[in-house]
């Protein structure tokens, strides 16, 4: 990485490609340009690969200014994302052209799955880092080296920044200039802009219910059916053990061969995951609560709190509908 060297114009480089996701493009610039209009000195350059302007996610062309390994002396770069990164090889050039940025920029970022060109380049390894939460488990499962936190907005370690999913780098964006300008002009830039200056929980708050792969073991199947369709009935490890023909020392190990996880934090997360879609239906919290196996407010609202950061009236409130209330 480059050594710190600020001057009145700060350099915002952002590499783009075929396939780009256009809001990761433009969520951050145009936070970057609030800010000059509140006062700061930011100079967006647009790269791609090999210099050619490139078609976005939305068939929209992005026209772009250089090349990435004809630019230089940036002090921001981020990288941008697309849904070809978590499911293809990332291509060599963008991997060799996030290389070259990296070591001449003081700070590198990226936004949603930008995080695996990152990776690829090598930029991850030995850091912590997120990405969309629906690829942060590929994330973590291609790149061993780098430590993924899966519910994290953004992440930044050691100079390398990278953050959660589409406008979570709108959040990048205000925490780089809030570093750059202190947290006034990042309270502005997010005013303007409609946006919280911090949200509040973590990127779990808007992933989908659980899914994956069936369990190989097939009295592990019957267990997990059982829950499943049953969530408020009695699941202690106990329980679960003798429905299965199972002693609880075998039902536990399976558990953790097959799902990396415990009986009960199992039967806690499909508690959890009933509850947010009873929510989501429009369910008061106390009826989620008895409906979903948790029995009362209480401990619905104390799982909402330790899994994503916020209570599940406030879950509610930000996902049931888009209509004005009150």
């Not at 700060?10 to 340009?33: M, N, Q, S, T, Y």
């Not at 239906?281 to 619905?300: C, D, I, K, P, Q």
Request: proline share 5%; aromatic share 6%; net charge neutral.
């Amino acid at each position: 990485m480059a050594t710190a060297r600020r001057s009145t114009s700060v350099r915002v480089g952002i590499l783009v490609f075929d396939g780009v996701k256009l809001l990761d493009v433009a969520g951050p610039a145009e936070a970057f340009a609030e800010a000059n209009l509140l006062g700061a000195s930011y100079e967006l350059v647009l790269l791609s690969p090999d210099g050619n302007d490139v078609v976005s996610s939305v068939g929209m062309r992005v026209s772009v200014n250089a090349a990435a390994a004809d630019a230089a002396n940036f002090h921001t770069v981020l990288v941008a994302g697309g849904d070809a990164l978590p499911v293809k090889q990332v291509p060599a050039g963008l991997v060799a052209a996030a290389g070259h940025l990296a070591n001449n920029t003081v700070r590198m970022s990226s936004i949603c799955t930008g995080a695996f060109v990152l990776a690829a380049a090598g930029l991850l390894d030995g850091r912590r880092a997120t990405t969309h939460w629906k690829h942060t488990q590929e994330l973590a499962l291609r790149y061993p080296a780098t430590q993924v936190e899966p519910d994290a907005i953004f992440v930044s370690d050691g100079g390398i920044h990278t953050s959660a999913g589409v406008t979570a780098g709108i959040d990048l964006a205000l925490a780089l200039i809030e570093d750059d300008h202190g947290p006034d002009l990042a309270r502005a830039v997010a005013r303007s802009l409609v946006v919280y200056m911090q949200r509040s929980g973590g990127q779990s708050q808007f992933s989908a219910p659980l899914q994956g792969e069936p369990p190989k073991s097939s009295p592990l199947r019957r267990v997990l059916d059982a829950v499943q369709a049953d969530p408020t009935a009695e699941h202690s490890v106990p329980v679960l053990a003798r429905n299965a023909n199972l002693s609880v020392r075998h039902l536990t190990r399976l558990f953790r061969e097959d799902l990396q996880t415990t009986p009960s934090k199992y039967v806690e997360l499909i508690r959890f995951d009933t509850a947010k879609a009873l929510l989501d239906a429009g369910y008061s919290v106390t009826e989620a609560a008895e409906r979903s196996g948790f029995g009362n407010s209480e401990a619905l609202r104390r799982t909402f709190i330790a899994r994503i950061g916020v209570p599940p009236s406030k879950y509610q409130q930000r996902f049931r509908s888009t209509a004005k209330t009150g």
